[in-house]
């Protein structure tokens, strides 16, 4: 580039050079299995990267996987998996089948050498979990699970302010997470059958997010569990559509199917090193969209984020008034401006929460995938196998009938 004297700008060679090395840099090739409400979002946060590319994508049939590749505006599309595991310009898997599938899926691209990005939960049950946790281990590749709300630049606020000791300690952890996209009959989700979501439905779907949050937040993990479960709607009416849980269409034949799984549940929870937690999840409560809350609470100030006020963090005392904290980069700790992308006043979104997560396994995979090189906010199949455990430890207390279980997790 050249300015009208016929030398060379400044600015315009350090553009050059940042140009250069954009083009240096050699994308990624990203394949993606399951093509359903989530993958959108997945292939959308890696398209935003710019350094990534979406390679393919894989379906339950071949022509279901090209109608969602040219509605996706991907080039490439299986008909089976194990075909786009096997494509050498596919680097990085993005997991996003049902529950059902994700061991087989994910211990296919681990046994292939690729890099893995599952959605939650990580598996059906623990036994699964820690399958897929050691094999990852084993393969000694990057191993993601999309816990989101890690991504979300004030939840990083808080966990640094505990970690930091801003808090003085942790005396109880408490929240919730309620939604009603169930509260309908007429409403059927694969999540709703233990075949395809698992035993659980409301804690394995909404409670994990939860849980693992808290954990998060607190830097404490949970020791043992009291749980109380509930089923709501007993009876659900299908009509065998694959998406009908998101669909405004309710004319048509139904068929009757008895519900096992919980909608609505109770549960306290004790952690390592005495604190004391509760929380709640539902997803047949009328006019909770996705509603999440979690608070932490320490002898010196209380933490409270709601993800839907995410750009806000409360910040609670005893001898002074409270705080509303707003996102801002001019604000938040060194650490967390990295999560940061616009300025103070400027909304950022659960997209925006998603987007963090994805670019933080992308620079976990570019650095090789060894565990000294994991972003520390990033939520591995480790924290996805203790996941399973955690709700798991929340059947077997209800099933006994309301009495304290461990949460059993092997290292």
Known sequence: MFSKNGKIVPSEVALTRRQMRIFMKKKLGMGLVGPGFIAEHHIDAVRRLGDVEVVALAGSSEQSAARKAAAYKVDRSYGDYKDLIADPDVQVIHNTTPNHLHLPVSMAALAAGKHVISDKPLALNSEEGRKLRDAALA?????????????????????????????????????????????????????????????????????????????????????????????????????????????????????????????????????????????????????HKNDLQLEVNGRRLSLKWRQEEQNELWIGHHDRPNEMMAKDPSLVLPEVRRYVHLPGGHQESWADAFLNVIRDAYDWIRAGGTPQSKPAPLATFADGYRSTCIVEAMLRSHAAGGVWEKVHYVA
């Open 139 to 287: 393969a000694g590749v990057a191993h993601v699970v999309t816990f989101n709300y890690r991504g979300n630049p004030l939840v990083q606020q808080a966990r640094s302010m505990v970690v930091n000791g801003d808090t003085e300690g942790v005396a109880f952890v408490h929240g919730y997470y309620l939604q009603d996209w169930m509260t309908d009959p007429n409403v059927y989700s694969w999540r709703s059958d233990p075949a395809r979501g698992g035993a659980s439905s409301a804690l394995g779907d909404i409670g994990s997010h939860w849980c693992d949050l808290a954990e998060h937040m607190s830097g404490l993990k949970i020791d043992s569990v009291l749980a109380d479960l509930t089923t709501v709607v007993p009876v659900r009416y299908s009509s065998g559509a694959s998406a009908e849980a998101f669909s405004q269409d309710r004319s048509g034949e139904r068929t009757p199917i008895d519900i096992v799984s919980e909608d609505l549940a109770s549960v306290l929870l004790r952690f390592e090193g005495g604190a004391k937690g509760t929380f709640s999840v539902g997803q047949v409560l009328p006019g």
